[in-house]
């Protein structure tokens, strides 16, 4: 049972652990039904908002952002309105979506038409800031700069470690910890005893090249196509983007973002075209085969992710740092990682499916696969895996709940904080 603020049998009636949007989605939502509930939210970043400051497209559209597999277009589009109603969207405009679907499905590509909104890395900071002011206007306790070690079922309630050591008592938990969060994750799975099943991976590469070889970016800003063989596009930058790093433990992985539109564009697209991968008996794990194969990239690229030029992929042969200067190529790698050769280190079928999908995209879009393109390898979306949910609302035992990127529950801005809402609907439901 949950108490209220008066019985102080525990430090917090809930604790959160992440602050990302599935953290936030929770938050909101129980803080406005149950005020008198104590809530904290925890985070080991010294900022509140998870991915949530990460370029921040959103997504309205299913099944963009949500795993097929737990959510139903109905109960999907349900949450979205909510969503939607804290995020204040601005949709984008769309146009000759048509002709561009029509050239796909000749194809057997699809193009989704999907409802978007694009923050950028640089506006998003005052969206975090506004909506950590409201929560904490209701109430909402936060700590920051704390990593949660271990979360103990106790017989009445819950206690939640952190790094220093300190305890704290709740009633129930929420862990959100994203993907960066997929080894904490695994722990309490497995020393909480909490049944799981492998999860999909999404492998790929991001390709970035100048606007004018990837035009459509003018007529829908994140098109989402989807092809043959489980691959598809993800998350695509224009305006002032760039491609970055993402550091996990001993390796990297490269992402993209880009900035709002106030910002001067530097001429660049960016965009990952990532192969979904779910690995069957014999083998267990695709989480681990996801980490070798991002550890094997970083090996050949003496310490960082690899980049080729699709001119010299054609021809078989590596890419050197010659090919990176601006007498030959037109444009200049935003993020400079070791130039060499992608066939080395992606595996064949992978790299395969994904060259197929960028051949029939230059015939959707023509100009992609202009000599000059980069690819950068590896993009790579690892989730913990799956926790063998004990009902709808993401419950893994009595009064812990698991959501968001890391747990498998989302993929995406929208759909962690669907996520989030539908923890707290079942936290309501079972108080
Ligand atoms: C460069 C980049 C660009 C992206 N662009 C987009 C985009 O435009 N649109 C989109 O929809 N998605 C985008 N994404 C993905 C998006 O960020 C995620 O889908 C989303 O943030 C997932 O939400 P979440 O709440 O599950 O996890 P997160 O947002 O990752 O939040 C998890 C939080 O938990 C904290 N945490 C983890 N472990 C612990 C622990 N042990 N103790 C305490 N705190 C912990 C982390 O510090 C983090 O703040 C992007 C991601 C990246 C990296």
Not at 320 to 342: I, K, M, Q
Not at 350 to 361: C, F, G, V
Not at 418 to 424: E, F, L, V
Request: hydrophobic residues 40%; aromatic residues 8%; positive net charge.
């Amino acid at each position: 049972m949950l108490s209220s603020k008066a019985a102080r049998k525990y430090d917090y009636d809930l604790i959160i652990v992440g602050t990302g949007p599935a953290g936030l989605g929770a938050a909101f939502h129980l803080s406005a039904s149950l005020p008198s509930l104590s809530i904290l939210m925890i985070d080991r970043e010294r900022y509140c908002s998870g991915g949530l400051l990460n370029d921040c497209k959103q997504n309205y559209t299913y099944p963009i952002g949500f795993n097929d597999g737990i959510w139903t277009r109905e109960e999907a589009e349900r949450l979205l309105q909510i969503v939607e109603q804290h995020l204040q969207p601005v949709i984008k405009p769309k146009q000759n979506i048509s002709i561009y679907q029509n050239r796909a499905r000749r194809l057997g590509v699809s193009l989704l038409d999907v409802r978007q909104a694009h923050v950028g890395t640089d506006r998003s900071k005052h969206l975090i800031h506004k909506l950590r002011s409201e929560l904490e206007q209701r109430g909402v306790r936060f700590m920051l700069e704390q990593e949660v070690t271990d979360i103990i079922n106790c017989t009445d309630g819950v206690k939640v470690v952190v790094a220093s050591g300190k305890t704290l008592n709740c009633s129930k938990v929420i862990t959100a910890p994203g993907r960066k969060g997929f080894e904490f994750l695994q722990k309490v799975m497995e020393r909480m005893g909490i049944a799981f099943i492998d999860n999909e991976v999404d492998i790929g590469i991001r390709i970035e090249t100048r606007q004018e070889n990837y035009q459509i970016v003018a007529d829908y800003y994140d098109p989402k196509f989807m092809f043959p063989d489980k691959v598809r596009t993800f998350c695509t930058n224009s305006g002032h983007a760039r491609v970055v790093l993402e550091q996990y433990q001993g390796f990297s992985l490269v992402n993209g973002h880009s900035l709002s539109e106030k910002n001067a564009g530097n001429g660049l697209v960016n965009f990952a075209l990532l192969k979904t991968i779910g690995l069957k008996n014999p083998v267990r794990s695709g989480q681990q085969m996801a980490v070798f194969l991002a550890r094997l990239a970083n090996e050949i690229g003496g310490g960082r992710p690899i980049m080729q030029r699709v001119g010299d992929f054609r021809m078989g042969k590596r890419s050197n740092s010659e090919n990176f200067n601006e007498d030959l190529f037109s444009f200049e790698p935003t993020c400079r990682v070791t130039a060499g050769d992608l066939g080395l280190a992606v595996p064949a079928k992978i790299m395969r499916h994904i060259w197929n999908a960028l051949k029939k995209l230059d015939n959707i879009v023509p100009g992609v696969l202009h000599p000059s393109t980069i690819m950068y390898y590896p993009e790579i979306k690892m989730y913990a895996n799956k926790p063998a949910f004990i009902d709808t609302y993401f419950r893994v035992s009595e009064n812990v709940y698991m959501i968001g990127d890391g747990a498998g529950t989302s993929r995406g801005i929208t759909g962690a904080w669907a996520s989030g809402i539908r923890a707290a609907e079942g936290i309501l439901l079972n108080r």
